[in-house]
């Protein structure tokens, strides 16, 4: 028996001993993908015939057979081992596949759960919740077959106007960096490998476009935007990376060697795949005019470090060629094969490339109705929440009764209408579904979700309901719902987004915003309903924060609920009407006008909110609403700080800790922050950045005790040479219940040499509530 057959060998020498079996047409298959589709004939059936000509010398990864098809899960499965059975049986070396799929907020295929995007999970300031959510996304991806799973996406997002904002965690490296963490660890939990993306300052676009160029000076990439993307390999030990579209100074990130390899794996130690982010290594050619040719893309791609180009072989058949002309070393070439085969071994893909046949998979809906009533955020709330019963309510706007626009984007709804319209997709040349089956099966799974209309209906709660005006249509309703709302007692606007890739979605991917405003008539639906006078909530489906400067003061509540998926209705509604108290907090700040942009909450003393220039002629240069901010329906009470190290060494840790109670009369949550502030350090430091924060339940009249322990390895950062190190001297120690409103601040002095920070360094602080 051949060595890579023996399965109590060790996967290094299994996966060296079958690379030196293969020629270099194999290779290079290893390199590559097929979408699933492919290789279906004309009724949807696995297709033989293709599979002779696509997988004849075998294929890297199969790209979404479940989400770019019309397949249930059980049809899924049985086209995935189809795929198996094949390669197995009908190759020389008989290596199977990796599979993956989409799975930001769910695996983004027929009858899965829909959880709240991720916005939303970050909103949460749960790590551990959002660690179980991407356990279930894990099972189902599992479960039909796939190995790995195109999340999550770790850009810190400081630009709203950036379209994929409702993909990230936010605008705090810290913050995006502990759930992250905490989503690869429930992901790979499961069995599934994470892909952390897109590596790196994607979301630091000019004008917040999507591809756009990225100007970013090396200390910031490294503090902010690197930052959780070190986190996810060093503690996640995440398996998989995927590129960034955008150029850095010039480069490409596809194209980079020092970020793909010098960095990612020599510095960090990466030991996973790289793959490609979908037709990013010919945008190298088409898209950045670096490239003169595919072959000279492909090149500049594998040099670079990435492993596998998705989600088709294109550039990457070039491969042979550069090689047999020796234009490209075939050792390169090996290095990557390698790192290919190792992964499918230790995924137990030889040993067990099979899945078992499944009718359906699991209901995950409590879940996400939990993830989903923690994450909503009040903004606002000058006491009418919670409704009290008996208001006669008009129920007003595009959101209100339409269940697609609860879903994100990468939702199975929202993506395949899109797949469908190759003009809007462009490089896809997207299957022949059975189109009606497809109108069918998702009319059928809509109609089983919660409107907020149904959710108010299934309280108990008659509304007056009138739609007002589309999302972006021209057709309007304003003035008959003015007349509703001036026979109701109070108004419930639900505007916002809705999310996907084609040009009638206002948020996802490459729908950005220029000025932030909400889109179409909904502003001028909101403007006349105030008019009437009537108390009203504002409740925001969106995947942004949108600029409300203008209209803010004159609403009485306002309510962030982002994108919530299937759950989001529900948990929406029950919010509004106090069967639920509020607890989400803000992952990212919300701007008064676009032209404020960027507003973060960690700047530097120089950022504009000093009091040498504080504003600008126009315009605050405060945030409308601050990270971290949120509002309950309860009082917590912060008391007994104490700084328990005021002086610690560089290689120390600091303790401090707190009081909370609940002063209110009904039970809450309350996110308890730690915020940490610099001054005469080598390189001038943040006024104040997350370094800390935990969730803490509280009953009426209970009171807890948070203790926080600051590695100081959290604190340290890059000096002017370069170096991570943590720098002797005085620090700042916030402590609140957002980056604004902070209850107390201490400081402690590190005291001894400047310490070099290990390679293997602790990213996060301990707390402890008790």
Avoid at 33 to 57: M, P, Q, R, T, V
Avoid at 439 to 455: H, N, P
Wanted: glycine share 8%; charged share 25%.
């Amino acid at each position: 028996m051949e060595l890579y057959r023996k399965k109590d060998a060790p996967i290094e020498l299994r996966a060296k001993d079958l690379l030196s079996r293969m020629n270099l047409d194999e290779k290079v298959a290893q390199l590559g993908s097929i979408w699933g589709y492919e290789l279906l004939d004309e009724e949807g059936n696995f297709s033989k015939e293709k599979a002779k000509e696509l997988l004849k010398h075998g294929v890297g990864q199969i790209t979404r057979p479940g989400g770019a098809t019309n397949f249930e899960p059980a049809e899924v499965v049985k086209f995935v081992n189809q795929i198996q059975k094949y390669l197995l049986e009908q190759t020389r070396l008989g290596i199977p596949a990796m599979v993956h799929e989409e799975c930001l907020a769910g695996y983004m295929g027929l009858g899965a759960t829909n959880f709240p995007q991720a916005i939303a999970m970050a909103s949460t300031w749960e790590p551990s919740l959002v660690q179980r959510v991407a356990q279930a996304i894990g099972e189902d991806v599992k479960k039909v077959g796939a190995h790995q799973g195109l999340a999550p996406v770790l850009d810190v997002v400081r630009d709203p106007r950036w379209g994929r904002t409702e993909e990230s965690f936010g605008e705090s490296p810290y913050l995006v960096a502990r759930m992250g963490v905490a989503y690869i660890e429930g992901l790979q939990k499961s069995g599934v490998v994470a892909t952390a993306k897109h590596y790196v300052g994607y979301s630091a676009s000019e004008g917040g476009k999507n591809w756009a160029p990225t100007n970013i000076a090396p200390r910031e990439l490294r503090e902010v935007f690197m930052l959780p993307f070190e986190a996810a390999v060093k503690q996640a030990n995440v398996l998989s990376i995927m590129n960034s579209y955008s150029e850095i100074d010039g480069v490409p990130c596809a194209s980079s060697k020092e970020l793909l390899t010098n960095v990612l794996r020599k510095e960090w130690g990466f030991r996973g795949i790289v793959v490609s982010d979908y037709f990013a290594i010919d945008m190298l050619c088409q898209y950045h005019r670096l490239a003169k040719n595919k072959a000279q893309a492909a090149m500049y791609a594998l040099e670079a470090g990435i492993d596998i180009e998705l989600p088709k072989i294109d550039c990457y058949g070039e491969l042979k060629y550069l090689v047999q002309n020796g234009i490209l070393s075939e050792s390169l070439l090996d290095e990557a094969v390698l790192r290919v085969l190792m992964m499918k071994f230790r995924l137990g893909l030889f040993d067990q490339p099979y899945v078992d046949e499944v009718k359906s998979l699991s209901r995950h809906y409590e879940l996400a109705l939990e993830l989903a009533r923690k994450s909503i955020v009040v903004l606002k709330n000058d006491g009418i929440l919670p409704l009290k019963r008996g208001l006669k309510i008009a129920l007003v706007g595009p959101n209100s009764k339409n269940v697609r626009n609860m879903f994100g984007d990468y939702s199975y709804y929202t993506h395949i209408k899109a797949l469908l319209d190759t003009a809007n997709v462009g490089a896809i040349n997207a299957p022949k579904f059975n189109l009606k089956k497809v109108e069918e099966i998702v009319e059928k799974e809509l109609k089983s979700f919660k409107s907020v209309y149904d959710a108010f209906k299934s309280q108990g709660v008659e509304v007056e309901w009138v739609e007002g005006c589309g999302v972006l249509e021209a057709e309007e309703q304003i003035e008959k719902a003015v007349k509703i709302a001036e026979k109701c007692d109070v108004i419930v606007a639900v505007l916002g987004d809705r999310s996907g890739l084609t040009k009638d979605c206002t948020s996802g991917e490459s729908r950005d915003s220029a000025n932030l405003k909400l889109p179409g008539l909904q502003e001028k639906l909101l403007m006349e309903l105030l008019k009437t006078k009537k108390p009203t909530v504002l409740v925001l489906v969106t995947g942004r924060p949108y600029a409300l400067g203008n209209i803010a003061d004159r609403i009485n509540a306002i309510v962030e609920a982002w994108l919530l998926g299937e759950a989001g209705a529900e948990a929406i509604v029950d919010v509004l009407l106090g069967k639920v108290n509020p607890s989400g907090k803000l992952p990212i700040s919300f701007p008064r006008s676009a032209g404020q942009l960027p507003v973060f909450h960690y700047v530097k003393p120089s950022g504009g909110r000093s009091h040498w220039h504080k504003d600008y002629v126009d315009e605050s240069v405060e945030p409308l609403f601050a990270f971290g901010h949120g509002l309950s329906y309860t009082k917590f009470e912060y008391t007994n700080f104490e700084l328990q190290t005021p002086q610690v060494a560089t290689g120390g840790k600091v303790v401090l800790k707190l009081n909370v109670k609940n002063v209110g009369d009904r039970e809450g949550d309350e996110i308890v922050q730690l915020y940490v502030g610099r001054e005469h350090a080598s390189v001038t430091r943040p006024v104040k950045e997350l370094k800390g924060f935990v969730r803490v339940h509280l009953e009426p009249g209970e009171e807890k005790t948070v203790t926080f322990k600051i590695d100081t390895d959290v604190l340290a950062y890059y000096n002017r040479y370069m170096e991570l190190v943590v720098e002797p001297g005085v620090y700042r120690f916030m402590v609140g219940s957002s980056s604004n409103d902070i209850k107390f601040t201490a400081q402690a002095e590190l005291v001894g040499e400047e310490r070099r920070v290990p390679t293997y360094r602790k990213f996060f602080s301990e707390v402890e509530v008790f």
